[in-house]
């Protein structure tokens, strides 16, 4: 899918989907040639990750933006404040933030792998972590992300507001 703006400017950013799926691609293949345990939910989990994340991010945002009041300002400073951060989404963030949406998006691709381990019923341990594919990782990676993501929903919000 592209969108284009009148400038000729890509819209609507389609390189992570497509970075995601050529992962899920690749474990496919894998899947089908050499690795015979993975189950398709397995195989699946880049895009359901992906997916799942921008669902949760956007959810999440309406959820902020409706709970906090917002002033509304005149159509001319909006167009103004459109014009100078349309282009690049964090450049008016300061630098020495934390990247919440970086790290919310970790913590929710800890909560899908663990969904697929406790849903495949998975016995033991992996990596580096001791309850992997238990209900309680489940529910802590999940509760860290969403609290991530309104992290950095509440650090956008002053900003449109004008506060900042």
Same mark, same amino acid.
């Given at each position: ?50 997916? !799942? ?5 956007? %959810?999440? @945002?309406? &959820?902020?933006?409706? #709970?906090?009041?917002? =002033?509304?300002?005149? +159509? ?47 016995? !033991? ?5 001791? %309850?992997? @594919?238990? &209900?309680?990782?489940? #529910?802590?990676?999940? =509760?860290?992300?969403? +609290? ?17």
């Amino acid at each position: 899918m592209r969108s284009f703006t009148t400038a000729g400017e890509k819209a609507i950013g389609t390189t992570g989907f497509f970075l995601f799926g050529v992962l899920t691609s690749i474990m496919a293949v894998l899947k089908l040639t050499v690795i015979t345990d993975w189950s398709w939910w397995r195989v699946s989990l880049p895009v359901a990750i992906f997916v !799942g994340f921008n669902m949760v991010y956007i %959810l999440v @945002g309406l &959820i902020y933006l409706s #709970l906090v009041n917002i =002033g509304e300002r005149p +159509a001319e400073d909006e167009t103004a404040f459109l014009e100078n951060h349309h282009r690049i989404p964090h450049d008016w963030i300061p630098h020495d933030w934390i990247p919440y949406d970086w790290i919310s998006l970790l913590f929710f691709a800890l909560f899908a792998d663990n969904l697929v381990r406790w849903w495949e019923g998975a016995e !033991g341990s992996y990596w580096f972590w001791l %309850l992997s @594919g238990q &209900i309680e990782a489940v #529910l802590i990676f999940a =509760g860290l992300s969403v +609290a991530d993501l309104f992290l950095y929903w509440s650090r956008i919000g002053p900003i449109l507001d004008g506060s900042e």
